[in-house]
């Protein structure tokens, strides 16, 4: 196999080598500084912004560490979804975590088995206003729109 | 994330860094934000976010005529001779 030995310093040596077969082929290194990356190491953090081939950008916000988080996520085409808990059991108006600029509807639902429900007495772009029904009770809106 | 807020301090949407949003408003960051919507705070006081029942007294009347209305209508339908499952199955528990 032919090949470049490059010797270290201290010890040891690299061997830069061309396949058996290796037809007529230019490899050019790039005039920079810098490490080359080989299969056994790990990637370095990449800006996302330089990636292509997505079929789709999502922005979401973070998770938080309670399952009782609110939040939104934002798709690159302008779906915007947002989702809020009420937290108190009467009537109570939430803020959205991301403002709609149009907003589409709600979804909601209780967090206690039985009859009770939820109620939307109004929605906004920044805003729901949700009580309940058939008992005071606790729950979540899924909310659905647009942010351009 | 910026939180657009009225003259008294209470919340009117959120919004991302990027949008323009007229004053009165507060740029906070992600963390002051995302503690924010986690108690669904509806108002800045003392540069904190925090959640007030900012209901109306007429407000709160109604939601208390409710809970009350829903209570004596119950009430009705057992007189009437109907179980707690088929109250419950009529107007929820």
């Known amino acids: ?148 | 994330m910026i939180a657009k807020l009225d003259s008294n301090g209470v919340l009117l949407g959120w919004y991302l860094d990027t949008d323009s949003v007229e004053e009165p408003k507060v740029t906070v960051t992600k963390e002051a934000w995302q503690q924010a919507i986690d108690i669904n705070a509806n108002k800045y006081v003392d540069e904190k976010f925090v959640c007030e029942d900012l209901r109306t007294d007429e407000q709160k009347a109604n939601d208390n005529d409710e809970i009350a209305n829903r209570e004596s209508g119950r009430q009705k339908l057992k007189d009437l001779g109907l179980t707690d499952a088929e109250v419950n199955a009529l107007i929820g528990n």
């Not at chain 1, 196999?1 to 270290?8: N, P």
């Not at chain 1, 922005?59 to 690159?76: E, K, Q, R, V």
């Open chain 1, 1 to 148: 196999m032919a090949g470049i030995i490059l010797t270290g310093d201290t010890s040891g040596e690299i061997t830069i080598s061309a396949p058996a077969v290796a037809g007529t082929n230019t490899l050019t290194l790039p005039a920079e500084t810098g490490n080359i990356l080989t299969d056994g190491s790990a990637l370095p953090a990449i800006d996302g912004s330089a990636l292509t081939g997505i079929s789709g950008v999502v922005t979401a916000s973070s998770i938080g560490t309670s399952n009782n988080s609110n939040g939104y996520i934002l798709f690159d085409n302008t779906l915007l979804i947002n989702w809020v808990r009420k937290s108190s059991a009467s009537t109570q108006t939430i803020t959205f975590p991301l403002a709609f600029t149009n907003y589409y509807g709600v979804y909601h639902g209780t967090e206690t088995a039985g009859g009770a429900y939820l109620r939307i007495h109004s929605l906004s772009t920044t805003s729901v206003t949700v009580g309940s029904g058939g008992a005071n009770v606790t729950g979540w809106v899924l909310a659905f729109g647009r942010k351009t």
